[in-house]
């Protein structure tokens, strides 16, 4: 199994800001397009948003459009999500992956990092 770390998420204000970080220390991300997932209480998982393998292409889900940024670091082996303008529809556990051909998850979900936007 692959160790997906995510870090980074926490208690914030509606209109706050957050920044999602994710490793891995057995495998790496430079030949695989990354994704940002997330599951809200008592719904399923939703993609959120996608890197390309050398970052040149970018896609979000239409909820965080203009809000979301999504970036990586291949040398660091490292992706990323810049969350600026939080709601409290964005209250979720975060997970990053790798993604196949078919553009599903590849690996196995790590722990996650829960994201509460409360006032």
């Known amino acids: 199994q692959v160790p997906l770390v995510e870090s980074g998420g926490g208690l914030d204000q509606p209109g706050g800001s957050l920044r999602l970080s994710c490793t891995a220390s057995?495998?790496?991300?430079?030949?695989?397009?990354m994704a940002w997932f997330r599951q809200a209480p008592g719904k399923g998982r939703e993609f959120v948003a996608r890197i390309t393998s050398i970052g040149d292409s970018t896609d979000y889900t239409s909820s965080v459009k203009g809000r979301f940024t999504i970036s990586r670091d291949n040398f660091k082996n490292a992706v990323y999500l810049q969350m600026n303008n939080l709601n409290p529809e964005d209250t979720a556990v975060y997970y990053c992956?790798?993604?196949?051909?078919?553009?599903?998850?590849?690996?196995?979900w790590g722990q996650g990092t829960q994201v509460t936007v409360s006032s």
């Open positions: 057995l495998l790496t991300f430079n030949p695989y397009d």
């Open positions: 992956n790798a993604l196949n051909a078919a553009r599903t998850p590849l690996w196995s």
